[in-house]
């Protein structure tokens, strides 16, 4: 199947490129960057030399002849590819923000107008396979409510209040240099940022109502001196007490077969560079509060990996395919 990556010269661009590579069915023709156009891909990406041999093309949607599409375009920006790649009848999943929320909520979140709205399934597998599986265009969830979300999604319902607490690796900024990512400021540091109002709460919110949770969400990111992934510890505060019996049968039932997803320690060093989220909880003695702790690589499962993922259960591919990679340890 013949693949175009919108935005491959960032960094979901670059590990979209480094899964699809080892994809059974995945056939890159088309990779754009305005600013590197003209210039083979491993100019900027340099670690997949030897792997691939493409050109960088200026972005031009009517130019674009492929199968499927991946939009790796800051938000914003997708909005002004999506809709002729629908009318053109490709495939795509949406890496932005531009399609997660309804219309109103993303204005509101975004402080933008939408110019071209259409209503997308929202891409976390575990939770919207069935809508996911006939649609022609995905909106790929953020990296923190990926990781937040299927920590509490199997006891969400229970829940009076949930607290995500989350720390990410500075690729979550994107490849662009700024002030915050500067490596003194970061490194030898942990900072708190956006503590009460980041721009992924209502998608925190939204799939907490999908599962039917009444509960309270509150979210707090930090910036960690890493590069890659994303730890959340979720603290779920139950309406009535509950009992280790029922938390664990809860999880493992929700994610009985599911490919990505392992009940144990979450930790960055498992997952770094791998599409899975681990997931590892603890009840609190009295039964009033659930600690889960979720750990995913933001650009794989948290941006790419999960991307992959969607455009397999699109395609009728198996789940797992271009993305059976383990995590990178040490
Ligand atoms: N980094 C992460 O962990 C995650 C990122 N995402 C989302 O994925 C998308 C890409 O993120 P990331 O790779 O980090 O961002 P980067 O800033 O690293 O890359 C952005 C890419 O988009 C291209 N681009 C920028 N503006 C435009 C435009 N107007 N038209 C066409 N191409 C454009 C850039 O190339 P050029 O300017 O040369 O054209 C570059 O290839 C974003 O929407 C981000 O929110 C989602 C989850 C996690
Ligand atoms: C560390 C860091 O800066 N992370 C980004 C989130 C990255 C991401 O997934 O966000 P979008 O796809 O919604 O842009 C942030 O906090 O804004």
Redesign the pocket.
């Known amino acids: 199947m013949d693949i175009a990556i919108v935005g491959a010269s960032g960094y979901a661009g670059g590990d979209l490129i480094r899964l699809l590579l080892t994809h059974s069915q995945a056939n890159l023709v088309c990779a754009t960057s305005r600013k590197l156009a003209g210039t083979p891909v491993t100019k900027d990406h340099i670690h997949l030399k030897n792997l691939i041999d493409l050109d960088y093309t200026n972005p031009s949607v009517d130019k674009i002849d492929a199968d499927f599409a991946f939009l790796a375009v800051p ?1 914003t920006a997708a909005m002004q590819y999506a809709p002729r790649l629908k009318e053109r009848g490709i495939k795509t999943v949406d ?3 531009d399609y997660r929320l309804p219309q109103d909520i993303y204005e509101k979140t975004y402080g933008v107008k939408h110019t071209a709205y259409f209503k997308a399934p929202y891409g976390i597998p575990e939770l919207h396979r069935k809508d996911i599986r006939g649609a022609d265009f995905v909106a790929n969830p ?3 409510p990926t990781g937040a979300t299927l920590a509490a999604a199997p006891v969400a319902d229970l829940a009076a209040q949930i607290i995500y607490d989350s720390k ?1 690796g ?1 690729s ?2 994107g490849d662009s240099v700024s002030e915050t990512t500067h490596y003194p400021n970061v490194d030898e540091n942990i900072a708190p940022y956006k503590i009460t109002a ?3 709460l209502p998608e925190m919110k939204q799939e907490a109502a999908f599962l039917k949770s009444s509960a309270k969400i509150y979210f707090t ?1 930090h ?1 960690l001196p890493a590069i890659r992934g994303i730890i959340t510890t979720a603290h779920i505060l139950f309406k009535k007490p509950v009992t280790e019996g029922e938390v664990q049968k809860r999880y493992e039932s929700f994610y009985k077969n599911e490919p990505f997803i392992r009940l144990q320690t979450a930790k960055l060093g498992g997952v770094r560079g791998s599409n899975f989220c681990d997931i590892n909880f603890e009840l609190e003695a009295d039964g009033t509060r659930l600690v889960a702790v979720s750990a995913i690589d ?1 650009l794989v499962k ?2 790419s990996g999960q991307a992959v993922q969607n455009m397999n259960i699109m395609c009728g591919f198996a789940e797992t395919d271009g993305l059976r990679m383990p995590g990178m340890f040490p």
Request: charged share 5%; aromatic share 6%.
């Open positions: 938000h890496l932005s923000a953020g990296c923190f990410s500075v979550g900024a980041h721009r992924h990111p910036l933001n948290g941006a």
